[in-house]
């Protein structure tokens, strides 16, 4: 891309709101342009969708995904900095704030509300040497800014510079044009909110290093994490002058430590047009590992020939699902989501394989093959995002398998919920093993199997001592969960983050019991098996059947009072009694069958919908409009499919109805645009619908190709008449994951009624736990 391309300006309405976003000038790969439809400022504010806007917590609200500029699921993210501060819940760019503070090297999980960690930022400036963000922050125009996910430009009119990025995994390049003569400074600032981090500049080799400790949040709240984001900076520029400083302190010295608000400045003297080239090498295992990271990833090369590698890994990425169908619209939100479904876990190790070990204390390791990856996102992400990973790339989550393994062998305990290295306990469930066991049921299997079976099976039975319980190992709650088959309210669950919340904890173990046992069964672990099946029945220990719905309970089984269905109770995680009944993705027809059968299950979710109390903007419901095809109503997931694929997504700053949450919002609109989608992950089932796309290619890692083909009646058309699998007639509402990676062809025939006779036999539908 050249430095005088110009912005192409596009203006979107969109829900009323006019949206400006200025589209990068995308190079060719040969016919392959599919990096131009992804809007990376979609999700950068607050929701706009329908669904969204009953929600009082404003968090909740906000899909927190940045303008991500790097590989899929790479070491460091380079977004504009907006906002400042790591702190909890704190994105580093929010499209309606007004100031610009530089690019950061960021470790924010994408769509979360947790923390951002050993970042730095780099912001440049022109006229009087300023360190104080208050004076040096700068305006910017959304109608100067380009972003794409290999790319980033914008326009500091106060300062009259250009400044883009482009990167590679572990390493980015900022190029800043000088759009008059004058003194530029560059600031180099480690984010750290402890008032620690170091910064040490070199200036006659054009060189500044430092780093910024990583701290914990959740359990081990303020402890230090045991590494640090380092980075090495490279510019091809002499160093005229050159200092530190920290808040309102300033000095000549090359190096400084441990000061709230540090940076290193670096001046120079710049004519009108000149580029000044900044190289980062990023690492968490030293500022030498970033310095090989940065030689071995990008070296000397251009800022062309990076954006294009940058560029190539997204077309190769975003081509393995290839859409044909006239509404551009359609494949923007699309390719939109599956772009933020690409961004995590994170690569963790070096180019050379070393890495921080796990909640260690600056120890390292080193792999012999693969990758180490972490910032697991697990309450949200095995649910729809992981398994996606499992169908695109599974040598990929082979190593995210194996990097679970790791971590549970390095710490002692597989982490629960692992990000910035370390035991969190955050969120609820167990579903480390939920993941493993999606992975080992679809045949991904090249790791320690045994291994990871006894780490699983430590978590499910075993109560970690005092210690290791307080640092975040092991199901909390789990003495209680064992022993009455339940969590009772009297079980505060008081060593966790999300206190309480015992009804919905129930579910989850139940649930993972159930992910564990089928790896039980098929390793001949018999005993294991018989008492793991059962426990993944303790559903219907919190199923109140006066109510129909789960309630908490008491120790002595008395129900707790009062009740209401559609409050949020403490004994429920981020939701109602209501909508966690629906929780059992394990045994939908078992759940059904409590309601008092398929007709009722139906009736509870047409009350849901109805009330609308259906929340998309949380992942404990996002099974929910696939549970129809347990009904004798298949025709309803179509419908309900449909509208939450029109009404909460869209390329907008407030196109998605929550948190992303490292991409699971996203994977499940595009699992869902496909015409499938895994309610129960751990099964090799996929539940289907219509799908929204006239046709998709899925060029799958073992060469195959899927297509999935839609054969409309009409424009308009979204009910399933038929499906033919391979050219033969297709009766079942749901399809196995071995017949899509062997490739062939999924044809839909939809028309623009619904068709109430489709796939309502149970012979059609997936059963039940036995």
Known sequence: MNKDDLPKILILKKLGLIWVFACAIIPAFGQKQLIKYVQPFAGTAASTTPASQ?????TERLANTIPSVAPPFSMTQWTPQTQLSENKCLAPYYFNNKKFYGIRASHWISGSC????????????????????????????????????????????DYQLLTEVTAMPRSGLIRVTALKSDSLYLLISPNSDHGKGYVNIDAAKGEISGYNPVHRIYQGWGQAAGFSGYFFIRIKKQIKNSGVYAGQYRSKAQKLSDRKNLGAYVGFQVTEGEEVLIYSGTSFTSIDAAKRNLEAEIGTADFKTVLGRSEKSWEETLGQLKVTDANEQHKKVFYTAL??????????????????????????????????????????????????????????????????????????????????????????GDHGTAFIASAYNKGIRNYDVNEAYRLMRQNAFIMPDSANYLDGKGRRGINSYLKYGYIPMEDSVANAFHKREQVSRTLEYAYDDYALSTIAKDLGKVDDYKKLIKRSLNYKNIFDQEQKMV??????????????ADHRERYITEGTPRQYTFYVPQDVPGLAKLMGGSKQLENQLDSLFKLKEYWHGNEPGHQIPFMYNYTPSPWKTQMYVKRILDEEYSDGPGGLSGNDDAGQMSAWYVFAALGFYPLDPVSPYYQLTAPRFDQVTIQLSNGKKMEIIAHKQSEKSSYIKAIKLNGKPYSKNYVNHHSLVAGGRLEFY???LPNKNWAVQAKDQVTGLK
């Open 54 to 58: 009953h929600i009082e917590d404003k």
């Open 551 to 564: 309630r908490g309970r008491f120790a002595n089984g008395t129900w707790y009072e009062p009740f209401y």
């Open 750 to 752: 939809l028309q623009d």
């Open 114 to 157: 947790t923390q951002d960690y050993g970042s730095f930022t780099v912001m440049p400036i022109t006229g009087k040497l300023q360190t104080q963000s208050a004076v040096y922050a700068a305006d910017y125009k959304h109608d100067e800014e380009v972003s794409s996910p290999a790319y980033y430009k914008v326009k500091l009119s």
């Open 339 to 428: 772009y933020h479904s690409m961004q995590h876990p994170r690569l963790f190790n070096d180019i050379d394989g070393t890495y921080p070990q796990f909640a260690g204390n600056y120890q390292q390791q080193k792999l012999t093959k693969g990758n180490y990856f972490d910032d697991f996102s697990m309450w949200d992400i095995y649910r729809a995002q992981l398994p996606l990973v499992e169908l695109l790339k599974p040598d990929l989550a082979n190593d995210l398998v194996q990097s679970m393994v790791l971590k549970g062998q390095q710490g002692g305990w597989l982490p629960i919920f692992p990000c910035w290295n370390s035991y969190t306990a955050a969120m609820i």
